[in-house]
């Protein structure tokens, strides 16, 4: 089970919008609509800001959103801001009761 | 609220075991399954297995079968990951979150434990 690549980095100045790509196969990303995206600050747990793809847990600013095609899913997250800077990864159902994270993206905010 | 506060760190030798706890509060324990996540110095997060708090079932990665155990005590509301013949490799932190079955996804975490394996 590899991990989903995700590009190492990604910045952008506040304000503007920042895209993460997470890349798996059909079967896990490209199988299912269980994808789910973590958020994590140095030193601190992860916490989960996107479910099935693209939806957002009560608490979650709407600047957050997920999409998917075939075997890659995106977050993206608009008009950025100081504390979203921290690192983002994704996680997919791989089948058989199993799961796999990305390898985690180092967002960075100008 | 919900929470789960995990054991304290260990320091093992090669080849040992180890077994963390992490107890829950907030919730009704047997109707979400708990599961396991580590994170090695400056590295990703990789999912090690879940148990189903209510049946007691099982799943393991692959990687990982054979060398990891996870139980719980449903009385104690407490879920343990064990892993043996440890290796300088598994000085990771180690997490337990909670699995929420209508968002597939893990809702709420344990605070970290780290486990450092060391000669």
């Known amino acids: 089970q590899s991990a989903l690549t995700q590009p190492p980095s990604a910045s952008g100045s506040p304000g503007q919008s920042v895209t993460i790509s997470c890349t798996g196969t059909s079967s896990d990303v490209g199988g299912y609509k269980y994808v789910s995206w973590y958020q994590q600050h140095p030193g601190k747990a992860p916490k989960f800001i996107i479910y099935e793809v693209n939806k957002r847990p009560s608490g979650v600013p709407d600047r957050f959103s997920g999409s998917k095609s075939g075997n890659t899913a995106s977050l993206t997250v608009s008009g950025l801001q100081a504390e979203d800077e921290a690192y983002y990864y994704c996680?997919?159902?791989?089948?058989?009761?199993?799961?796999?994270f990305g390898t985690g993206t180092k967002v960075t905010v100008l | 609220q919900v929470q789960l506060v995990q054991s304290g760190a260990e320091m093992k030798k090669p080849g040992a075991s180890v077994k963390v706890s992490c107890a829950a509060s907030g919730y009704t324990f047997r109707s979400y399954p708990i599961h396991w996540v580590r994170q090695a110095p400056g590295q990703r997060l990789e999912w090690l297995g879940w148990i189903n708090t209510g049946r007691g079932n099982t799943k393991y990665s692959q990687k990982f079968q054979g060398r990891i155990t996870i139980s719980r005590d449903t009385s104690a509301t407490t879920a343990y990951m064990e892993l043996s013949s440890l290796r300088s490799e598994d000085t990771a932190v180690y997490y337990c979150?909670?699995?929420?079955?209508?968002?597939?996804?893990?809702?709420?975490w344990g605070q970290g434990t780290q486990v450092t394996v060391s000669s």
């Open positions: 979150a909670r699995f929420t079955n209508t968002l597939e996804s893990l809702d709420h």
């Open positions: 996680s997919s159902y791989a089948g058989s009761d199993t799961y796999v």
